[in-house]
Each structure stands twice: as structure tokens, then as C-alpha cells.
């Protein structure tokens, strides 16, 4: 640029830096004022011609008030702070010239989003999630367990999290919904009956189920007595047991004889124990027993290591006739050689529910034989592994009080009462709907009611009064006004005058609580949060649920702000189990847990996997998480690390030795392990792969905006995507070569794909793997650390490739390379970190004029060591955080 | 104190006095053929059962001919009972027969004594491929016991069926068919 014009270009980007700041709209003549610069560095490329990267700067309007110009003008800002623009091989701009076009853009963009957030701040109102709402619930009516998300439409994403004020909207739909769910919450809260359901302690066995007993029959399962076979009940082999029925009838199910199950849970057989369905929701206690052993054609012998056994809560359809899947999973719990161990657990039943069983570490095989399908000496011509199940114990329920809690904070200590028939009555009494035993096998029965009981007062609306009082700043996290107040007692008071009884009447009011926008909503002020709503932006970060007690009594005591006591409540919070809730919502939405599920492996060529493989993946990016933030280790530890969090199935998964048994634990690494760190754990490359194939390019992307926070470029319109070949001809890494010969698609393709390259070195299921599985052509595989008994169809393909070069020249040859290199952007890694918690925690995307707050809390971590949980503190002590 | 003794005497007397008033239900004795007894173990399982039926006593078992006698009485046996009206034999029977079916998961049932004589019954000896298992036992008596004409059956260890049979109203060709019908021997 001549040095006359550059002048002039400088006065007119000062000149224009104080109008910016004289004028609110600002941003309006922001172009006039860079012209020069653009004209001289930009629309080279960038014109209505060449429009390269879909860019025209000549017809780019600088209205800023417009969402998509703002962020148009965000990326011409960041390229060329970055330097990536213009583009190395052209001439490079002098330096001050940058920094004043840099300062102009600034300015204006700061500006601009100034104007817009005046009256509303960064964060606009917005719901609670499903998950929030469900956390809530549990937290506020003590009842620790109830379900009612799968009741709520699912919430929307914006910005990778489903709690982003962009994303949740409201409809008609989601108001039913909240209706249902309200009334879920109030029949599961209020007690109706006078005293709790007696605890009772019942024992069951597996032999006696929908399912078991009929695989008993022909071999996937057998039973035992003092770890021998049970002589009443002889192994299957040429022959098979006939008539379930008529050995149901002569008791050969009901001796308490432990079940050894040798056929893994698949689509068409999943146990449980049919004899108990939950009748009470509440706490109950589970113990359960298992062992395992290696059955040899009738023989038992030790077991080849220390077996796992999964134990989920199943809940009944209907009557309970068939259908029943799994609900959730209690755990994995180690099955030691031929010596029963004992695992205790608390759970919290809802109703209609029991727990299901499945032998977790087998092989899916199937030893069942009808007419010519199946092993022809069915059991007796098996030698294998087995898990024994020798009993479960279910004692509950359990309450501690009476009425439980959840009624007394709806009703204080009134009174339950018996209510009388009677016609005359001026109050309809409430309706009850009589509780039975109505699922098909289940032996366990309802306690024998008599009369209706409920809440009686003496004095409706000065108890309706208090108890309101009393309920209503629990239900919305802040002081509630008369006014507000009123209204409601304004309801109860035509409910009565309509004939409701006190009980119902009350119910009716609750209900409009729970559906009202006060409880429902994150209710911030704009501007700076006021102590209720920083105590409850905390609690719904670190625990996913509204305050507690205690964070209450410190916004009383005007405690709240006190940074010695913030950083109290904070380590608090998170030691508290509570905040699982926080590791699971957290990571479930960044490092996209929740899709573990989404695909299925294909299982000709990954016949290893199965559902203890996924549910360890996932345990161990969760503990590995844990243990981040347990020791503050700081950002390199997001890519490498010396050591993993594993259990037996994983550690094999990963060709490491050594571990025995289900329990995730520490385990540290052998030198030069590809393992260590998010970037290799098996649940992230199984969430960038698709079942089948893997794609540089999606885990590329990945990498980049989830760990590096520099998302790439949504891909252009009508390019098809690059689908990789299963036959075993073409490598990904060579179709994508021709890919990129387009320097279109190039510009992107180079920063997107060397991570993507790097991570070919794992397969869909995040096994290492030297050479692409193939079901076309290729040598036979070795068995490896595949189960013996499970059939390997798929060959092994071209070799895998994972070398690569970075956009700055950097290359690397291997994933340990890469790691090393992304290791070494711990600033980097730790601004990304630090951008996900805050837009996790605050609602909202990261804004332009946010990035120095942001950048601040980095510096001040990386001060501090640049620990994980450093940057938690400070994150919530920055303005940020404490600000709408 | 000892007024209290003295009620207490007294109405010890009253009852004592009330209860001699009504007439004692006079037992009745029955024989029929059990049906169940497919192997001599189950003989011992219904002797475990009977001390759990109110008012049944098994006076003897006979687990050839599987005829059993029975002492019932009938005011405790019969959930109605009517000292003025007493039950007949048939409902005793039938109400023996539930509780016995109830007590053993209708493992066990009562049936007429013999329609023929023994002499004039045929042998019939099948022999299914089943495990060595009392369930599949009682799988494959259950599977032809109850056929009409069937006099009695027993099940060896081996699988070995022996039936007795009416031959006016039955044969071994119905026999293997009903053994086809049991569940799993369909398909070996």
C-alpha cells in the first residue's frame, strides 16, 4: 500500500474508532473506514468473481444489527487476527495495519452486541432441561428416583448443549407435558394411608423366571447346589428338559438352586426376576450373590479370571407378559472363581419394577438346540465360562419417616385422617385408585387398605396460607412475594368453594406451581445475578438440580459472595455425589456420551463388541474426568497421560494386562501405550465413527471443535460426503487424497483431516488396529484378544496409515506424535475447556465481546497451574459466570 | 383376685358346657385313585402335604394300584359346613380334590376307583427319550395319565412308561400321539 494511502487509511480507522464509540448503532460505517485494507489484501479473492470460501466482501454489508453479518464479520475478524488471512503466499500486510483494522472490527462488534444486549443481558431467559427438571424433582421432594423425563419432549441443542437458551423453547406440547408431569411427582409425593407400607425382605431366585426357566430347559443355563451341578436337574445334552410347565408344577424351580447362565443378553432374551414387581416406590436395599466357573462337558472347574454380572432395574409393560428391556443398569459386579461374592447396593424402585440379570463378560453364544438349529450336545458337549447367580435379595421399602418427606413439605404435619362415606358431604373426598399386584408371575402383594385417608385441616386457608409459605421459595429458588402468593391461595380457595376436599384443593395449586414459569425457568435478572440466582446458576452447574439447604442458608446470611466461602461451597459441591450429575450432563453433551448408543457395531466385523464393552467406555471417560478433576490436573492431561481409568473388559479391549474384574480403577500405563487421555479413549472414537467405517474427516472435526475449539466450516452444499470403502480396496486416506486435489475443499480438509488421519490408528469400537477390517477381501486375522468362542468372519484389509501433517508444517507419524504435539497447546486446550464449561454453565454462547472475560479466567488458571478444577473456581468467580 | 378366679372357673364351665352342646361331626372315610403317583417319591410328597390340609388324614396309600383312603372331617374340611345339612361324599371328594390340588400345584388329583378290573387292563411300555429328571417325569406321566382310559401309569428312572390301560377305550397309538403332544419331545 502506498505510504499516502496508508495514511489516510490509518486517520480514517482512528477517525472512525471514535464514531464507533459516539454512535449506537455504530458498525454502519465500519467498511468505508477498512476499505483500503480490504481492497488491497481481500477482495483479490473475496470479490463478486472469485467469491472464494463463498465469500463476496464487495456485497457484505456492514449492518451488524443483522445475526448473520455480525458473525460474518466476527470470522474476517479472527482470520485476520489469526494471521490466517490473508493467506501466506500473498504479500503480507504491515503489521499496523492489521492491528488498526483489527481494532476497527473490535470495536464495532463489541458495539454492536453492546446495543443488543442493553435491557437483556448475554443470557436470555430459559427452561430447565428434562434433565434439570428431573434433578430438580428428585432434589426438592426427596424422592431420589423418580422418573419422569422419558414423560418430557426431548430439549433442542444449540452451541453442543441441550441447556443453551438458543435451544429451549416452550409449546403446547411441552405445557401438557409438565401437566403430567406434575401430577406424576404430587401422587408419588403425598402419602395416603396413615402409616408406610410394612419392609419386607424377599429372596428370589433366577430359576424361577419368564425367561430362564425356558432357557433352562434347553441348555443356556443351569442349575447348581454348593457349587455342583444340582443333581435334581441334569445338563442338557442330547436330550433337553421337556415341559416348562410341568417342572414349574413339580417344584424343580423353586429349591433356591443358584443359576449358572452361559448365553449372553441379546435381542430375543433378557433376564429378570419375574417374582417381585415393585408395589411402593421408595428406597429398597438389594444383595445379590455370584460366582463363576468354567463348565467342562458337564465338569466345573475354576474360572479363567474373575467374571462381571450386570444388574439393571427393568420395569414391567402392562401385566408384565413379555417385552421387558432393561431401564438402566445398577452396575457390574464381579463374579469371583467358584466363591460367591456378595455386592450390596441401595436403589430407589418406581412402580412395576425389578431387576434384571445378564451374564455381563460371556461370549454371545447360544447353546440351545430345537429341531436342527443349535449345538447338537447342547450343554454337555460345552466347554466354557459361566455366571452363577445364586440369589437376589430385595428388602424395602424403607422410610425412615412417616408421612415421608415429599408429603411434608406439601403438608406440614397436618393430619391424615380417615374421610367417611358420606353423601351430605359439602367436599368430594379424593379419588383412589385401589393399588394390586397385577403383573403375571410376580408373588409379592399390595397391603390391604381400608378406607380412604387424607390431609384433613381445621382451618383450609390459614394452613393453605402457611404451607404455601413454606413451599413456593423451595419450588422457585427465591423469596416469594404476597402478592404472588395470593394468587395461588386465590385458587385453592375456588377449588374449596367448588367442593374439592383440602387435599385435593392443595394438589390443584401445587400442580400450577410446578407448571408456572417460576419453577420452570432460570429466573436471572439482567446484569449482575443477583444471590439467588448465582446460588442457583452454581447448583444447576455442578449439580444439575436446584440449591440446597445450605447454599439457602448462606444467601440468608448474605454469605453467598464471600469468596472464601464460594470456593468452600464449590469443593463441597463437587465431592458431593451430586455432582455425577454434573461429570455425566457435562460429558454426555461435549464429548457426546450420550451418542454412545446411536450406532451398533456391525457385528461381522467387530463380533467382540457388545454392551459391557460400551457401558466400561463410557464409565471410563466419566472416571477419567472424576480423576481430572479430583487432582486439578491441567489441559495436556486432555489429550495424554500416563494413565487410564479401566476394568478387565476394557483393559483387554486395549491389549493391556493385568486387570481382573469389572470395577473401573486406575491403572497406569506402559510406556509408549496409545492410550492416556480423551483422544484415545474408546468411547470418543466410538462416537465419531458410524458402526461400520471411521472418517478422518468426522473425527477430525471432532477433535477440533470439542478438545482444539476451533470448529471447522460446516461443509459446502452439493459436495457429497467421502464414504469409505468396507471391501478392502480403497483406504480412506487415498479417497480423500482426490478429495482434496479440489483446492476448494483443500482449504478446510487440510486443518480437518491430520487429527482424523492420526486417529485411523482405531477402529469404530476404539480397538488399535494396524490394518482396516474388511468383509471383502484380505488375509485372515489373528484371534488376538477376541474371545474363543466368537466366530471372525471379516478379513484384514489395506494398512491403516496414520501420518500426517498439520496446517502449520508440523508433521507427525503416529497418534503418540500428535499427542505430544497437542499436549504441548495446553493454552489451547485450556481456553476450549474453559468455553464449554461456560457456555455449559451460563446458557449461552460464548459472545465476541466475552473473549476477554473468557481469556482472563485462563491466565488466572494458568497462574494457578492451570488445573481442571482451578478453572472451575475460576469460572464461577468470574463476571461471566456471575452475570446474566 | 379371687373373684377373678372365680369368673374365670365359671366361664371356663360356660364354654366348656356350650361345646358339649354341639354334636360332633362324624368322619367319613373315602378311597379313590391318586392321580400323580407316577413314581414312588411322590408317595412321600403326599404325605408331606396332607398334615397341611385342615381336617384330611390319609389313612394309606397303595402306590400300585395308586388307590389311597382318606378320614376327612367333614366340618373342617368343608368351608360351609352345615351340621344339619352334611356334605355328601361326591363334594367331599370334590372339595378334597381342590385342596389337594391347590397344596401340590394340581400335581396331584383324585379319581374313581378302577373302572375295570386290573386283570382286564392292557400294559402298555413306552419309552420317550427324556433326561433323568423328575420334572421330565412327570412331564411325559402328565402327558397321558389324564387320557381317558388310562388306568394307571408310572415312570421309571430311565424314562420307561408303564400304563395300564381300558383297551376298549384306548390303545398305544393314542398313547404315542398324546407323548408327541408333550412339549419339547417334539423335537428331540
Given amino acids: ?15 472512525l474508532l471514535s464514531s464507533v464509540a459516539l454512535t449506537a448503532a455504530g458498525a454502519e460505517s465500519i467498511k468505508p473506514a477498512i476499505q483500503p485494507f480490504l481492497e488491497a489484501h481481500c477482495t483479490g479473492c473475496h470479490d463478486a468473481e472469485t467469491k472464494k470460501g463463498n465469500l463476496d466482501l464487495t456485497a457484505l454489508r456492514d449492518q451488524l444489527t443483522e445475526a448473520e453479518n455480525f458473525s460474518r464479520w466476527v470470522k474476517i475478524h479472527d482470520r485476520i487476527e489469526s494471521g490466517e488471512m490473508p493467506p501466506k503466499k500473498k504479500a503480507r500486510p504491515p503489521v499496523a495495519d492489521v492491528a488498526a483494522v483489527k481494532a476497527v472490527l473490535s470495536r464495532a462488534l463489541l458495539q454492536a452486541e453492546a446495543t443488543k444486549q442493553v435491557g437483556g443481558g448475554r443470557t436470555t431467559l430459559h427452561r430447565m432441561t428434562r434433565s434439570e427438571y428431573e434433578n430438580t424433582v428428585r432434589d426438592l421432594f426427596a424422592l431420589p428416583g423418580i422418573a419422569v423425563r422419558a414423560g418430557l419432549p426431548a430439549d433442542g441443542s444449540a452451541h453442543g448443549f441441550d441447556n443453551n437458551s438458543d435451544a429451549l423453547d416452550i409449546s403446547h406440547v411441552n405445557l401438557a407435558r409438565y401437566i403430567d408431569a406434575a401430577d406424576t411427582v404430587l401422587n408419588m409425593a403425598i402419602a395416603t394411608r396413615p402409616v408406610a407400607p410394612a419392609t419386607s425382605l424377599v429372596r428370589l431366585s433366577l430359576a424361577r423366571n419368564y425367561e430362564p426357566d425356558i432357557m433352562l430347559m434347553q441348555g443356556d443355563a443351569m442349575l447348581f447346589r454348593d457349587k455342583k451341578p444340582d443333581p435334581v436337574f441334569p445338563p442338557a445334552g442330547e436330550y433337553a428338559h421337556v415341559d416348562q410347565g410341568a417342572h414349574e408344577q413339580i417344584g424343580i424351580f423353586d429349591r433356591m438352586s443358584s443359576v ?19 408395589l411402593y416406590p421408595g428406597r429398597y436395599r438389594i444383595r445379590a450373590s455370584f460366582w463363576s466357573l468354567t463348565w467342562d462337558k458337564g465338569e466345573v472347574r475354576p474360572a479363567r479370571g474373575v467374571e462381571a454380572a450386570r444388574l439393571s432395574v427393568v420395569q414391567f409393560n402392562e401385566n408384565g407378559r413379555g417385552g421387558q428391556h432393561p431401564s438402566y443398569v445398577l452396575g457390574y459386579f464381579a463374579a469371583p472363581s467358584l466363591e460367591s461374592k456378595v455386592h450390596e447396593m441401595n436403589v430407589w424402585f418406581n412402580e412395576k419394577e425389578t431387576i434384571g440379570f445378564n451374564p455381563a463378560s460371556l461370549a454371545p453364544i447360544r447353546l440351545y438346540r430345537i429341531g436342527n438349529y443349535g449345538p447338537k450336545g447342547r450343554i454337555m458337549g460345552y466347554t466354557g465360562p459361566c455366571v452363577v447367580s445364586d440369589w437376589v435379595d430385595i428388602e424395602g421399602p424403607f422410610n425412615d419417616v412417616w408421612p415421608p418427606r415429599s408429603h411434608q413439605l406439601l403438608f406440614g404435619s397436618l393430619p391424615i385422617s380417615e374421610i367417611k362415606p358420606d353423601p351430605k358431604a359439602a367436599q368430594r373426598p379424593p379419588v383412589r385408585v385401589p393399588l394390586r399386584q397385577d403383573i403375571i408371575g410376580c408373588r409379592n402383594r399390595p397391603e390391604t387398605e381400608k378406607g380412604v385417608w387424607s390431609v384433613t385441616s381445621a382451618h383450609p386457608m390459614a394452613d393453605a396460607d402457611k404451607l404455601l409459605a413454606d413451599f413456593l421459595p423451595k419450588a422457585f429458588r427465591r423469596p416469594v412475594t404476597a402478592e404472588t402468593r395470593a394468587q395461588y391461595l386465590a385458587q385453592f380457595d375456588l377449588r374449596v368453594k367448588a367442593g374439592d376436599c383440602f387435599e385435593t384443593a392443595m394438589r390443584w395449586v401445587y400442580r400450577a406451581a410446578l407448571c408456572s414459569p417460576d419453577f420452570l425457568y432460570h429466573v436471572e435478572a439482567p446484569g449482575k445475578l443477583d444471590d439467588y440466582a448465582l446460588a442457583s446458576r452454581l447448583s444447576y452447574f455442578l449439580w444439575n438440580s436446584q440449591p440446597d439447604e445450605l447454599l439457602a442458608g448462606l444467601i440468608t446470611s448474605g454469605q453467598i459472595r464471600d469468596p472464601k466461602v464460594l470456593d468452600q461451597q464449590i469443593e463441597r459441591m463437587l465431592s458431593d455425589p451430586k455432582s455425577d450429575r454434573f461429570v455425566e450432563d457435562f460429558l454426555g453433551q461435549w464429548l457426546k456420551l450420550r451418542s454412545i448408543g446411536v450406532n451398533d457395531p456391525d457385528k461381522k466385523l467387530y463380533p467382540e463388541f457388545n454392551p459391557y464393552l460400551q457401558d466400561s467406555m463410557v464409565s471410563e471417560t466419566r472416571a477419567y474426568f472424576r480423576e481430572l478433576l479430583e487432582r486439578n490436573l491441567d489441559a495436556s492431561f486432555l489429550v495424554r497421560s500416563d494413565f487410564a481409568m479401566l476394568n478387565e473388559r476394557l483393559a483387554v479391549h486395549y491389549g493391556i494386562t493385568g486387570v481382573s474384574g469389572p470395577e473401573i480403577r486406575k491403572v497406569t500405563l506402559p510406556a509408549g501405550c496409545v492410550r492416556g487421555g480423551f483422544l484415545t479413549q474408546a468411547a470418543l472414537l466410538k462416537v465419531t465413527a458410524n458402526g461400520t467405517t471411521t472418517s478422518p474427516v468426522v473425527r477430525g472435526s471432532f477433535v477440533m471443535a470439542r478438545l482444539l475449539g476451533r470448529p471447522p466450516e460446516p461443509p459446502p452444499a452439493n459436495v457429497p460426503a467421502v464414504e469409505p470403502d468396507v471391501q478392502g480396496t480403497t483406504t480412506i486416506r487415498e479417497q480423500l487424497a482426490k478429495h482434496r486435489a479440489d483446492p476448494a475443499c483443500a482449504s478446510c480438509h487440510t486443518k480437518i483431516d491430520p487429527a482424523g488421519f492420526a486417529l485411523e490408528s482405531f477402529d469404530v469400537i476404539g480397538g488399535q488396529r494396524g490394518r482396516y477390517r474388511s468383509i471383502g477381501e484380505g488375509d485372515v486375522p489373528p484371534r488376538g484378544s477376541i474371545d474363543p468362542r466368537i466366530k471372525i468372519d471379516f478379513k484384514l484389509g489395506p494398512k491403516v496409515d496414520a501420518s500426517g501433517e498439520l496446517p502449520d508444517g508440523r508433521k507427525f507419524a503416529d497418534i503418540l506424535q500428535l499427542k505430544d504435539i497437542l499436549a504441548n497447546e495446553r493454552q489451547l486446550l485450556l481456553r476450549n475447556l474453559a468455553e464449554q464449561l461456560t457456555v455449559y454453565s451460563t446458557g449461552h454462547a460464548l459472545s465476541f465481546g466475552d473473549r476477554t472475560a473468557l481469556a482472563e479466567i485462563v491466565a488466572r488458571t494458568e497462574a494457578q497451574g492451570g488445573g481442571m478444577r482451578t478453572l472451575i473456581h475460576e469460572l464461577i468467580r468470574s463476571p461471566l459466570f456471575q452475570t446474566r | 383376685m379371687r373373684t377373678f378366679i372365680s369368673s374365670l372357673v365359671f366361664a371356663s364351665l360356660f364354654v366348656a358346657g356350650l361345646t358339649a352342646d354341639l354334636p360332633a361331626a362324624p368322619s367319613v372315610e373315602i378311597s379313590r385313585r391318586v392321580v400323580g403317583l407316577f413314581e414312588p417319591s411322590r408317595v412321600e410328597d403326599l404325605k408331606e402335604i396332607v398334615p397341611t390340609l385342615p381336617g384330611v388324614e390319609l389313612v394309606r396309600v397303595d402306590y400300585a394300584s395308586t388307590v ?101 377305550k384306548t390303545d398305544q397309538k393314542t398313547l404315542d400321539a398324546a407323548l408327541k403332544k408333550v412339549r419339547g419331545l417334539e423335537h428331540p
Fill in chain 1, 1 to 15: 500500500m502506498p505510504s499516502l494511502r496508508r495514511f489516510f487509511f490509518l486517520n480514517a480507522c482512528l477517525g
Fill in chain 1, 260 to 278: 449358572g447362565v452361559f448365553r449372553h443378553e441379546d435381542d430375543s432374551w433378557n433376564p429378570y426376576f419375574r417374582h417381585f414387581a415393585s
Fill in chain 2, 68 to 168: 389311597a383312603v382318606w378320614r376327612l372331617d367333614p366340618a373342617l374340611v368343608m368351608t360351609n359346613y352345615n351340621a344339619k345339612k352334611p356334605p355328601s361324599e361326591e363334594q367331599l371328594v370334590q372339595r378334597l380334590d381342590s385342596l389337594l390340588g391347590a397344596a401340590s400345584t394340581r400335581t396331584f388329583a383324585l379319581k374313581p376307583l378302577a373302572g375295570i378290573p386290573s386283570e382286564k387292563t392292557t400294559l402298555i411300555q413306552l419309552r420317550p427319550h427324556i433326561l433323568d429328571c423328575r420334572g421330565c417325569r412327570y412331564a411325559v406321566y402328565n402327558g397321558i395319565a389324564k387320557l381317558e382310559g388310562v388306568e394307571s401309569a408310572t415312570v421309571g428312572k430311565d424314562g420307561a412308561i408303564s400304563a395300564r390301560i381300558d383297551p376298549a
